[in-house]
């Protein structure tokens, strides 16, 4: 058995990346997180205005990951906070160099803060 | 009119970028145009067996978007390559960001040469 097998296609690290990642909306909920939204409301109220259905199974996907932990905040009825973990935390970097690339090549983009970009 | 509507779905650069690369192919395919590939065949090869549509449609959007261009090498038959443009070329802190974050996160992720992550 080679060793790559536990990949889905490759051992790249880009490809593993891409093969959580990679779809038009997982890294723009990432960002709301980021960006310190919590809850599933805030996260759907996004201007993308992402569907609900997606919404929901990108967030159980980054649970199954370990990007994100989901803390019940209310009981009656339920609801929930979704928390990065560090290795959600750490997809900044990537979203950085997104947004730089977009800034330059998307005339008119909105400038993220300093603080999003230089932390 | 809203000066966002010229935009898919947001102005956000970060979703500007992902309206372009956001899915399971792109980057890979200008992860290996960056490692020096240039021809259909080559891109076809890479280990993670990229559909023969799925990369033809790629290369056709890539080349609307500016990011690379296309140069005929062969007349019979025609064969082109593909070359990167500036705008291409600067993805890759984009591929650096994700590797990083791959290598990291995948225990046993082929681990990037150092020309790739050092430019």
Same mark, same amino acid.
């Given at each position: 058995m080679s060793p790559d097998n536990q990949f889905l296609r490759s051992g790249c690290p880009i490809v593993n990346g891409l093969d959580v990642?990679?779809? %038009?909306w997982t890294l723009v909920i990432l960002r709301d997180l980021l960006c310190g939204k919590e809850t599933y409301s805030e996260l759907a109220d !996004? *201007?993308? %205005?992402? *569907?609900t259905n997606r919404l929901a199974e990108r967030l159980k996907m980054l649970e199954a990951e370990g990007i994100l932990v989901r803390e019940q905040y209310? !009981? %009656?009825p339920k609801r929930y906070k979704y928390l990065l973990t560090q290795k959600g935390k750490d997809v900044l970097p990537i979203l950085q160099a997104i947004a730089k690339w977009g800034n330059t090549y998307f005339e008119g983009s909105w400038i993220p803060p300093k603080w999003f970009m230089e932390t």
């Open positions: 990642f990679g779809d %038009k !996004s *201007p993308e %205005k992402i *569907p209310q !009981s %009656k």
